[in-house]
Nanobody
């Protein structure tokens, strides 16, 4: 059974940093891509960052240069390092992967105050 568990969210002031973690069981991140999505109140869920099976990364334009997605295959965990946070980054952040079907974590709240 695949399970994704996010952690690391919280409340910070603008300009601060947070690191989100997504720990996986039942699936190996070394053989699947992984993504971080976010959903702000009243808005659709949007893709924030991707790391492919091969380790290539890609980012939504508004987070480029501020967010970094990475993977620790030994810990089977994917991270999202978020620096220079802005109030508009406030959202629930979700980890996602797919192996024959989609899997989502429960989400972790990130709140950035001005």
């Amino acid at each position: 059974q695949v399970r994704l568990v996010e952690s690391g969210g919280g409340s910070v002031q603008a300009g601060g940093s947070l690191r989100l973690s997504c720990a996986a069981s039942g699936v190996i991140f070394a053989i699947t891509a992984a993504e971080w999505y976010r959903q702000a109140p009243g808005k659709q869920r949007e893709l924030v960052a991707v790391i492919t099976r091969g380790g290539n990364t890609n980012y939504e334009d508004s987070v480029k240069g501020r967010f970094t997605i990475s993977r620790d295959t030994a810990k089977n965990t994917v991270y999202l390092q978020m620096n220079s946070l802005k109030p508009e980054d406030t959202a629930v952040y979700y980890c996602h992967t797919a192996l024959f079907r989609d899997y989502w974590g429960q989400g972790t709240q990130v709140t950035v105050s001005s």
